[in-house]
């Protein structure tokens, strides 16, 4: 299992930007992938972006498509998430994952969890 820990989240107003970092500590970083999820209040955790263990390859959910970028440092076991344009539907906790898996995209996929990090956009 590799540990993380997110860091930036905090209260912004819509259309600013916000930049997430996860610090990842234990097994060998760059044999997973990782990724970022969401929990709004009241709602499910859903899937907001993945990178490969390369860092070749990132997928998005269509909600946050072209607004917010991940990328990751395999030399210093950081990825993180730039989220740019924020609305408040992007208001939730986000959650910095790890998977052994090549291509992983449910939260199933992912075995190891961060604690969680608050963004909170207001309008």
């Known amino acids: 299992q590799v540990q993380l820990v997110e860091s930036g989240g905090g209260l912004v107003q819509a259309g600013d930007s916000l930049r997430l970092s996860c610090a990842a500590s234990g097994r060998t970083f760059s044999g997973y992938a990782t990724g970022w999820f969401r929990q709004a209040p009241g709602k499910e955790r859903e899937f907001v972006a993945v990178?490969?263990?390369?860092?070749?390859?990132?997928y998005y959910a269509d909600s946050v498509k072209g607004r917010f970028t991940i990328s990751r440092d395999n030399a210093k076991n950081t990825v993180n998430l730039q989220m740019n344009s924020l609305k408040p539907e992007d208001t939730a906790v986000y959650y910095c994952a790890a998977s052994a898996q090549w291509s992983p995209m449910a939260k199933t996929d992912f075995g190891s969890w961060g604690q969680g990090t608050q963004v909170t956009v207001s309008s």
């Open positions: 990178i490969r263990r390369s860092g070749g390859s990132t």
